[in-house]
């Protein structure tokens, strides 16, 4: 688990306030959609390298990674656009090779919404209904069910170009959720909204999701989206999952220092373990003049090369010397940047290295506050900080 060792623990991921949904620690749980060593290759080039995992039931999971990493041609081979060179999809216990797109209980909304243009939003919203041959009054029916779950009752007979960008994402949700498929694939689906839009309907989709009980596939690239919305976050690099795990694990307890530096702002810094505690290790930084102690064990001996990665909001900054020896250094500051609810303040502790140090900003005046070139002290505690050995 990705925990092991670390002693601190995360809240739970998820949404809604629902009570706690965690099907993939439950060892009964069959999951709904597996991968099983899938490969996608393009030519020589391989997107997607020998992957394996599952996505359970009602469950709302996003592909995160840096443009390229293969999220797309991951979600395309779900919804059956591409065929793995190697390996199986599975859903609900049925392997999907061989079964065309519409023959999957799947649905895809992709970036572009890909909405007709000529089509009222009701057109828009029957269209795959009608190509399946629903009879005219089930499809009324389920046309304006959809546009009230996504509130656009009162716009059925605009067309596309009189909507705003976020009414257009919403027709286009309510035409790929009208089928009501077991799973829903979400290419980028907010990347045409702008950040204010983008929040609320973030939040939108979780309702819908809840509400509808169904399975939701999202990719993103963007961290805070997959953070807010999804239970699980899947972390790719280059065509491979490097960490599965709830939002605040993939936060609190990274596996490695890819997925560390992927989500958030930290500090990372090279180590050597000089000791071994019952608790924890102790590590030396040559760029520290203090070592440091960490509340967890990895498998590193001693004279190992490890990582020290602490996020710059554990960070503690004084002007006193803390009483402790370790896990305190001596820096002077070098940067501030005031964002409104927070500073954050670079502090040189060598000649070139800095480290991050974030201060809410809790009250509107404060009587001494750090400013530039001043000395201070960086401290934090033993289990604010974590020990990556990749
Ligand atoms: P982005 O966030 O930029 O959309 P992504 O993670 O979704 O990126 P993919 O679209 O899955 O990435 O592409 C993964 C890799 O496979 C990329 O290097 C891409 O160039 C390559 N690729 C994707 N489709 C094809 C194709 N049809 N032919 C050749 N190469 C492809």
Same mark, same amino acid.
């Given at each position: 688990?990705?925990?092991?060792?670390?002693?601190?623990?995360?809240?739970?991921?998820?949404?809604?306030?629902?009570?706690?949904?965690?099907?993939?620690?439950?060892?009964?749980?069959?999951?709904?959609?597996?991968?099983?060593?899938?490969?996608?290759?393009?030519?020589?080039?391989?997107?997607?390298?020998?992957?394996?995992?599952?996505?359970?039931?009602?469950?709302?999971?996003?592909?995160?990674?840096?443009?390229?990493?293969?999220?797309?041609?991951?979600?395309?081979?779900?919804?059956?656009?591409?065929?793995?060179?190697?390996?199986?999809?599975?859903?609900?216990?049925?392997?999907?090779?061989?079964?065309?797109?519409?023959?999957?209980?799947?649905?895809?909304?992709?970036?572009?919404?890909?909405?007709?243009?000529?089509?009222?939003?009701?057109?828009?919203?029957?269209?795959?209904?009608?190509?399946?041959?629903?009879?005219?009054?089930?499809?009324?029916?389920?046309?304006?069910?959809?546009?009230?779950?996504?509130?656009?009752?009162?716009?059925?007979?605009?067309?596309?170009?009189?909507?705003?960008?976020?009414?257009?994402?919403?027709? &286009? %949700?309510? !035409?790929? =959720?009208?089928?009501?498929?077991?799973?829903? @694939?979400? +290419?980028?689906?907010?990347? &045409? %909204?702008? !950040?204010? =839009?983008?929040?609320?309907?973030?939040?939108? @989709?979780? +309702?819908?999701?809840?509400?509808?009980?169904?399975?939701? =596939?999202?990719?993103?690239?963007?961290?805070?989206?997959?953070?807010?919305?999804?239970?699980?976050?899947?972390?790719?690099?280059?065509?491979?999952?490097?960490?599965?795990?709830?939002?605040?694990?993939?936060?609190?307890?990274?596996?490695?220092?890819?997925?560390?530096?992927?989500?958030?702002?930290?500090?990372?810094?090279?180590?050597?373990?000089?000791?071994?505690?019952?608790?924890?290790?102790?590590?030396?930084?040559?760029?520290?003049?203090?070592?440091?102690?960490?509340?967890?064990?990895?498998?590193?001996?001693?004279?190992?090369?490890?990582?020290?990665?602490?996020?710059?909001?554990?960070?503690?900054?004084?002007?006193?010397?803390?009483?402790?020896?370790?896990?305190?250094?001596?820096?002077?500051?070098?940067?501030?940047?005031?964002?409104?609810?927070?500073?954050?303040?670079?502090?040189?502790?060598?000649?070139?290295?800095?480290?991050?140090?974030?201060?809410?900003?809790?009250?509107?005046?404060?009587?001494?506050?750090?400013?530039?070139?001043?000395?201070?002290?960086?401290?934090?505690?033993?289990?604010?900080?974590?020990?990556?050995?990749?």
């Amino acid at each position: 688990p990705p925990g092991a060792g670390l002693f601190i623990s995360v809240n739970a991921g998820g949404s809604m306030g629902q009570t706690v949904f965690e099907p993939w620690n439950d060892p009964d749980e069959k999951p709904l959609i597996q991968f099983k060593n899938v490969t996608k290759r393009f030519g020589d080039f391989t997107a997607i390298d020998n992957q394996t995992f599952d996505i359970y039931e009602k469950e709302f999971f996003a592909l995160l990674g840096p443009s390229g990493c293969g999220k797309t041609t991951m979600m395309r081979m779900l919804a059956g656009f591409e065929t793995p060179n190697a390996g199986e999809i599975f859903l609900d216990g049925q392997n999907l090779a061989g079964v065309p797109p519409h023959r999957r209980p799947v649905n895809m909304m992709f970036q572009s919404y890909a909405l007709f243009p000529h089509m009222s939003v009701e057109a828009n919203v029957a269209f795959g209904l009608r190509q399946e041959g629903m009879p005219r009054t089930d499809i009324a029916l389920r046309v304006s069910e959809m546009l009230k779950l996504v509130r656009l009752e009162h716009f059925a007979k605009r067309k596309p170009h009189q909507l705003s960008g976020g009414q257009r994402q919403r027709v &286009a %949700l309510a !035409r790929s =959720l009208a089928k009501k498929p077991k799973v829903l @694939l979400l +290419d980028e689906p907010l990347g &045409a %909204l702008d !950040r204010k =839009l983008r929040e609320d309907t973030q939040f939108e @989709l979780m +309702d819908l999701q809840y509400e509808l009980g169904m399975t939701f =596939l999202i990719v993103t690239h963007d961290q805070e989206e997959a953070m807010t919305v999804a239970d699980r976050i899947a972390v790719m690099d280059k065509g491979r999952i490097i960490q599965i795990a709830t939002p605040a694990e993939i936060y609190e307890v990274p596996n490695s220092r890819f997925v560390a530096d992927f989500i958030g702002d930290i500090n990372m810094m090279e180590c050597k373990v000089v000791a071994h505690a019952e608790d924890g290790m102790r590590l030396h930084c040559p760029l520290f003049s203090c070592d440091i102690d960490v509340a967890q064990k990895v498998e590193a001996g001693i004279g190992e090369t490890v990582w020290f990665a602490i996020r710059p909001e554990k960070v503690r900054i004084s002007f006193d010397e803390p009483d402790s020896k370790v896990n305190a250094v001596h820096g002077e500051v070098w940067d501030i940047a005031y964002l409104g609810d927070v500073s954050i303040y670079h502090t040189h502790i060598a000649d070139e290295e800095t480290v991050r140090a974030t201060v809410a900003n809790r009250s509107r005046t404060v009587e001494k506050p750090v400013g530039w070139d001043d000395k201070v002290w960086l401290s934090w505690d033993r289990d604010a900080g974590l020990i990556l050995t990749r």
